[in-house]
């Protein structure tokens, strides 16, 4: 196990939920309203492990200043499909789903850029938002990630100093790191109870080390 003091620290987009391409969509379905057209990649390299806010930095540099405030009037209804495309069909893969019911010999966080309202539905549907003992959401620290200020602030209300932070994008891994935790990085989230299983194990074992010294 890992150490008093620490705990393990989960990102939700990417991470324990796949609604990654889900946001994608949703960006889609509203910038094509003013003739943008939104690339998969292109998302990836901008969108993933940031807020709002920053996305629609980058893309008022590219309309004129109407549309700019008209698209962030749109983004509640942006958000809202991306909430009621999860609630119809779970993004949250059923091995984390299992994964988080093994978990409770440990602190357990949530770090995301999501609001509340997109995220705690989808958590108590798959029955798993019991599983966390804190949560920090989009809007809620001062900075969002990179800043470290987010896991500063889980480690707060989780009182903890450190742990294993699982994320998928380098402005969350970013964070974690500039917190003092350990940071490691989730391609899929399919991925993810193979990924936790490792790290634990891995943690296990550097611990057995240390002892043994």
């Known amino acids: 196990m890992i150490k008093a003091g620490e705990a393990l620290v989960f990102d939700y987009d990417g991470v324990i939920a796949d609604t990654e391409p889900l946001h994608w969509r949703s960006w889609s379905a ?3 309203r003013y003739g943008i057209e939104l690339r998969w990649d292109e998302y990836c ?4 492990g940031v807020g709002d806010a920053q996305i629609f930095e980058l893309f008022s540099k590219r309309m004129r200043v109407a549309d700019a ?7 509640d209804e942006r958000k809202r499909m991306v909430r009621d495309w999860s609630l119809r069909e779970c993004p949250i893969p059923q091995d ?3 994964l ?4 409770g010999a440990y602190k357990i966080g949530l770090v995301t850029s999501s609001e509340e309202p997109e995220v705690a539905p989808v958590l108590r549907a798959s029955q798993i938002y019991d599983s966390f003992g804190a949560m920090v959401f989009g809007g809620e620290p ?6 470290p200020a987010p896991y500063l602030l889980i480690a707060e209300k989780l009182r903890v100093k450190k742990g294993i932070a699982f994320e998928d994008s380098e402005p969350g891994l970013e964070s974690a790191r500039a917190a003092g935790f350990k940071a490691v990085k989730v391609a ?4 993810l109870a193979e990924i936790v299983a490792r790290s634990l194990s891995d943690r296990v074992e550097a611990t057995g080390d240390e002892q043994g010294d």
């Open 30 to 32: 509203v910038l094509s």
């Open 45 to 48: 390299a901008i969108g993933q």
């Open 69 to 75: 405030h008209d698209l962030s009037l749109r983004n």
């Open 96 to 98: 984390t789903v299992a």
């Open 100 to 103: 988080f019911k093994t978990l």
């Open 142 to 147: 001062a900075e969002p990630k990179p800043s």
């Open 188 to 191: 899929r989230p399919c991925d």
